[in-house]
């Protein structure tokens, strides 16, 4: 029996450890006093088996522990309850280890007797030495009505390795009895004997009546009974008065103490029930653990997060755009460049940003021709954007019809707001008198429009990553939730709360890692494609020797219109025209061709763009939500097997 419930009571000890972080005291406390008393009783005498006599008041218990000690060592009498203390009868054996168990037992010195003597441990004769090591105890009634009395029984019955439970015939059905006692320790059947007591007082048959009803009661309770060699509760009748039937307890008691076997099954017992109460906390509903797909989910939810379908696409595009410049025709080429020297003088006065460090000081050199204009301060929190309406340009001192040369614009901030035209008389430009872009400005010509709108600038910008920030928090909390909850079904309370806490711990910070491989990835787009297709440069190649014959058919009929000697004798029109013909339409044409050849290449850039950034994302999320959680999956399947030894299973 040692050796089959070391293992169990080591798994238990091991279940505690891991689980001290994830369960509360109190789900523990049973399973730690089981442990405690296995450590206790292993340090004692095996030697010694403590059976402990239990039962209502006059049930005749002391009766019947006075007949198998044969010596009246417990008080007898009318007066209820008798038996205020508990009484010990210790057979030979072992001394010091008789010693050490009463000790354990805390059963006082006076308390303490052999068989055939009352006058202790230290004198009298060894009477039955067939019940040699037996340790037997008188307990207090169960239902005395002193409190103590109740108390030292519960007590002892925790620790004792079986129990006699002796009933009479007037109080066997009791409901105290067996709500309270036999049917919580139903699962103590083999270290458990009930004796029905007092069967002299039945007539005829009714003793055998009597105890089958006590059977059936007992079956009711779920405690197993003793029969046809089955282990089990041993049922016994018997009268301590009369003598009839001690003898039979007495030889089941012999075999039961030679044995040496009922503190490891009572061990065994407190183990089990252990387990029971334990069961769920530990035993899942069904199978537990993340599916591939709730992986797949959780990583498809992320790539959402990070804007992972719309970054392939704005990669595609941008892979298109590359080559179409490079494939364009020179004039198309040309007129990029100017475009993009446009937005680059915007995107310099887009960029003057922070507050005014002083006012507008200077005044226009010249004259403000047209409408002279009313000074307005505007406020101003964004950048401007876009051309200036009207006639003239902004960037050379003209604005409108008016020119608004040689003024000093001052240190201020150029913000989103409005250029009103103002009304007046003559007049050169008006003062600032604000900060932070509030400026006046006068002398707006009448040539321009009334309104500059202003366009999104940097806290535009701003705003809208901030929204952008916003809905990947959305996303990703909802994908994170999603995949705990997954990873949590089935389990036990604590340990599905335990699964949820790692992933919200993990998820902590989850938001900002997948901004900065999302701005990754826009850095490496903004750098265009790696490699540069060499059909782009023979593409260009061609656009050049296309713009070339364009080129040389023009001037062919410059030389034909003026009559100059740069064309050969006889050559008419026709030549000229066939290469300014195949130049103007062949430059297109190709350019349509490298567009509808770029398709696929751009289309596999998108993607493998759009891999990569699934790929980033899936790997932020398996390294703060994924594996926090596997880890405490983890945790629980190896308290679940540990249980599994523990609970014998």
Request: include cysteine.
């Amino acid at each position: 029996m040692e050796e089959e419930l070391a293992p169990r009571i080591d798994a238990l000890r091991e279940l505690i450890g891991l689980s001290r972080t994830r369960l509360d005291g109190s789900t523990l406390d049973e399973a730690g006093r089981v442990l405690d008393a296995a450590d206790e009783r292993y340090r004692l005498s095996g030697e010694h088996t403590v059976v402990a006599l239990a039962g209502a008041t006059g049930s005749g218990k002391s009766s019947l522990f006075n007949a198998l000690a044969g010596a009246p060592c417990s008080e007898v009498a009318a007066r209820r309850p008798t038996t205020s203390q508990p009484v010990a009868c210790v057979w030979p054996g072992d001394r010091a280890g008789a010693e050490a168990q009463l000790h354990r037992l805390e059963i006082p010195a006076h308390q303490r007797f052999v068989p055939g003597t009352q006058t202790g441990p230290d004198g009298g004769p060894a009477a039955d030495d067939d019940l040699r090591g037996l340790v037997l105890l008188d307990l207090p009634d169960h239902d005395s009505a002193a409190v103590g009395h109740r108390a030292q029984v519960d007590r002892l019955l925790k620790v004792v390795d079986a129990v006699i439970w002796v009933v009479d015939p007037e109080k066997y059905a009791d409901a105290v009895l067996h709500e309270r006692y036999l049917r919580p320790l139903a699962g103590y059947a083999e270290v458990t004997f009930v004796v029905l007591n007092q069967v002299d007082r039945l007539p005829g048959d009714a003793a055998d009546q009597v105890v089958d009803d006590l059977r059936r009661l007992l079956d009711e309770d779920g405690l197993a009974l003793s029969e046809h060699g089955e282990p089990g509760a041993t049922v016994l009748a018997l009268s301590a008065a009369t003598g009839e039937g001690v003898d039979e307890l007495r030889d089941a008691l012999r075999q039961f103490v030679a044995e040496r076997g009922a503190a490891g099954r009572r061990l065994a017992a407190d183990v089990d029930a252990a387990a029971e109460r334990l069961q769920p906390v530990y035993v899942a509903d069904g199978q537990v653990g993340l599916t591939e797909q709730a992986r797949e989910d959780f990583e498809e939810r992320l790539a959402e997060a990070v804007g992972a379908a719309a970054t392939g696409s704005a990669a595609e595009r941008d892979w298109l755009r590359h080559a179409e410049r490079a494939c364009a025709t020179p004039w198309a080429r040309l007129r990029n460049w100017r475009a993009d020297v446009v937005k680059r003088r915007e995107a310099g006065a887009d960029g003057l940003r922070g507050p005014a460090t002083g006012p507008v000081t200077g005044a226009a050199a010249g004259p403000v021709t047209g409408a002279a204009g009313r000074s307005v301060t505007g406020s101003f929190t964004g950048a401007a954007k876009g051309a200036s309406p009207g006639s003239g340009t902004y960037a050379d001192g003209s604005y409108g019809d008016g020119t608004y040369a040689g003024g000093a614009y001052g240190k201020g901030t150029y913000g989103q707001g409005t250029y009103r035209s103002g009304t007046g008389d003559g007049g050169a430009s008006g003062a600032a008198n604000g900060t932070n872009g509030s400026g006046a400005y006068g002398g707006i010509g009448a040539g321009g429009s009334g309104r500059r709108p202003g366009g999104a600038g940097p806290d535009a910008g701003e705003a809208r990553r901030s929204a952008a920030a916003r809905t990947s928090r959305t996303v990703t909390e909802q994908a994170v939730r999603g995949v705990a909850g997954e990873a949590a079904r089935g389990l036990p309370v604590p340990w599905a709360q335990a699964v949820r806490e790692a992933a919200e711990k993990g998820a902590q910070g989850l938001p900002e890692v997948l901004d900065r491989a999302a701005e990754a990835a826009d850095e490496a787009l903004r750098a265009g494609p790696p490699v540069r297709p060499r059909w782009w440069t023979v593409a260009a190649a061609g656009q050049g020797l296309l713009v070339a014959l364009q080129v040389m058919g023009m001037l062919w009929m410059v030389g034909l219109v003026c009559g100059a000697g740069l064309v050969p004798d006889g050559a008419g029109w026709l030549p000229a025209l066939v290469l300014i013909t195949v130049g103007t339409v062949g430059g297109p044409a190709l350019s349509w061709l490298c567009g509808a050849a770029a398709r696929g290449p751009a289309r596999r850039y998108g993607q493998d763009a759009e891999r990569e950034l699934r790929a980033a994302a899936a790997g932020c999320g398996r390294a703060r939500v994924l594996e926090p959680v596997a880890a405490e999956l983890l945790r629980y399947r190896e308290v679940r097997e540990q249980f599994a030894v523990a609970a014998g299973v």
